[in-house]
C-alpha cells in the first residue's frame, strides 16, 4: 500500500512476529492488517507493559508499507 500523505490509524494489538514489532490495525483501509513499528521505536529485548483506556493512535508515515 501506497500512503500519499501522513494518516494516522488505530492500533489494536502489539506483537513481535519475526524479531520485529507490529501493530495490528483496526477500522478504515487498513483494517485488519499488522504494519511494523518503526526501528526508530522498539527496542530489542525491552518489555513492554501496556494497558490503554482506550486504543492508541499510530502515526503512518507517507511512503510505501507491507502489511500482513
Known sequence: MTVS???TATGVAR???NGRAYWRI????LDG???AESSLA???????????SSPPQIDV???SHTGF
Do not use: E, N, Q
Request: charged share 20%; aromatic share 18%; proline share 4%.
Open 26 to 29: 483496526a477500522g478504515g483501509r
Open 15 to 17: 506483537a513481535i512476529i
Open 42 to 52: 522498539f527496542r530489542p529485548g525491552f518489555v513492554d507493559r501496556m494497558s490503554f
Open 61 to 63: 508515515s507517507a511512503g
Open 33 to 35: 492488517y499488522w504494519l
Open 5 to 7: 500523505r501522513r494518516t
